[in-house]
């Protein structure tokens, strides 16, 4: 298998204890230097030197049935983020430059994997009980999507779509949850090309990293186990590295300097 075991990941004492009690879904770069992250009850902007956090908007208008999930900055500088939970607000949105919000998709379950073609002209998306990879045209100057069509259909043996990654082919890495891989996806044939099998259940994302970009790092998850999956799955929980021959690309930053 070659998949090394990181470990399972610890927060520092200090590290993020202004929002320590609310549920963070995602955390991406600023082009100033900080973070963006989403956390159950809005979008806030972090500062890791003064353990600062600022509240910048709230797409989900306090609703507290949701929360998000999955997000990351684009190519276009805005950050995009998913929600997931049952009430009527969940959905895909939009935050510009300025911390004005846009929802660009709804009926969203549970939102989790979005990456960008290598030429930004492709959104790709995971809204994972679908079990299905859209494809959306991409407008890198608006911000919008449109000509929604399924590139992957994954059926219930590969568990569920989660997180997702790009490598410098434009072929997408896949975390599975309840599918024990990551799988390399070609969204222009929708066909399994590569596989990285792991000793536990929960997959829940998956990100290039390293000086070369030729890392793999993969998250999993421990909730809802019982005492005989944590026999059988010890690991769970925990963070791993593969490396790889193909390299990733670089993460896109968040413009709040306009």
Not at 18 to 45: C, H, M, N, Q, W
Not at 239 to 249: A, C, N, P, Q, T
Request: glycine fraction near 10%.
């Amino acid at each position: 298998m070659n998949v090394a075991f990181i470990g399972t990941v610890l927060y520092p004492a200090k590290t993020f204890r202004a929002i320590s009690r609310k549920k963070i879904g995602t955390i991406a770069p600023t082009v100033s230097g900080s973070f963006v992250i989403g956390l159950e009850d809005g979008v806030y902007g972090y500062d890791f030197d003064s353990n600062a956090s600022d509240k910048w908007c709230d797409p989900m208008q306090g609703c507290s049935e949701n929360r998000f999930n999955d997000g990351k900055a684009g190519p276009d500088g805005r950050f995009y983020i998913g929600s997931m939970g049952p009430d009527r607000l969940r959905g895909l949105y939009r935050v510009d430059e300025d911390r004005s919000w846009t929802r660009i998709e709804t009926d969203i379950t549970c939102s989790n994997g979005l990456v960008w073609s290598l030429d930004h002209r492709t959104f790709y998306y995971i809204d994972s009980p679908t079990r299905q990879i859209v494809a959306y045209d991409f407008d890198c100057e608006s911000g919008s999507i449109s000509g929604r069509r399924i590139v992957v259909e994954c059926v219930p043996s590969h568990g569920f779509p989660d997180g997702m990654t790009i490598d410098s082919d434009g072929m997408l890495w896949v975390a599975h949850w309840q599918g024990f891989c990551v799988r390399r996806w070609n969204p222009d044939t929708g066909e399994e090309i590569d596989r990285i099998e792991l000793p536990v259940e929960r997959v829940t994302s998956c990100a290039f990293g390293g000086s070369d970009l030729r890392d793999l790092y993969i998250t999993t998850a421990s909730v809802e186990m019982s005492l005989q999956d944590w026999e059988s799955y010890p690991q769970s929980g925990g963070l791993f590295r593969k490396r790889l021959e193909i390299s990733g690309v670089p993460s896109y930053r968040y413009n709040n300097q306009t």
